[in-house]
């Protein structure tokens, strides 16, 4: 386990660097992908399926995403797309593309269905952290009031 957080530190922090990022910037993001890949690994380990595990796991980078973008003032973009990298089905893909190249037709079609439920599911998950920041921040602002010339 100590392994798989370690790389996933580390390939986060690798892709920081390829996108050209803030050095400032290089350990948080190593941070929210490890963590993201933590709770991905722990799901999958207590039996949950990739997809559910994907999901809850880039909802919980997502989380971290925005607490990170508020308090170090950056934006969430950085922590967003470097969170996600551990997450994404790269090999899952690969291995599809490789299986239509030959010609194995029905393990490759449900290997792309995996890989695209996962990448759906890793969307998913950021949106609902964005959805869950918006109200959030909606509860917390004062209503506004409107006078009777404003209506």
């Known amino acids: 386990m100590i392994e798989q957080l370690i790389t996933s530190f580390i390939a986060t922090a690798a892709f ?3 996108f050209n990022a803030q050095k400032s910037s290089l350990i948080k993001c190593g941070i929210v992908g490890m963590s993201g890949w933590f709770i991905y690994v722990m ?21 971290i995403c925005h607490i990170f973008a508020r308090v170090y003032k950056t934006p969430i973009i950085i922590f967003n797309v470097a969170g996600i990298i551990p997450l994404v089905p790269g090999g899952l893909a690969y291995d599809a593309m490789r299986n239509f190249v030959e010609n194995d037709y029905s393990f490759a079609l449900s290997l792309a269905a995996k890989a695209g439920l996962i990448s759906g599911a890793i969307a998913l998950g950021l949106v609902f952290s964005e959805v869950i920041n918006q109200l959030v921040r909606k509860a917390k602002q004062p209503p506004k009031i409107y006078s009777k010339s404003r209506l």
Not at 47 to 62: E, M, Q, R
Request: net charge negative; hydrophobic share 60%.
């Open 43 to 63: 799901m999958t380990t207590f039996g949950y399926d990739v997809v559910p595990a994907s999901l809850i796991a880039s909802f919980v980078v997502g989380i």
């Open 16 to 18: 920081v660097i390829i």
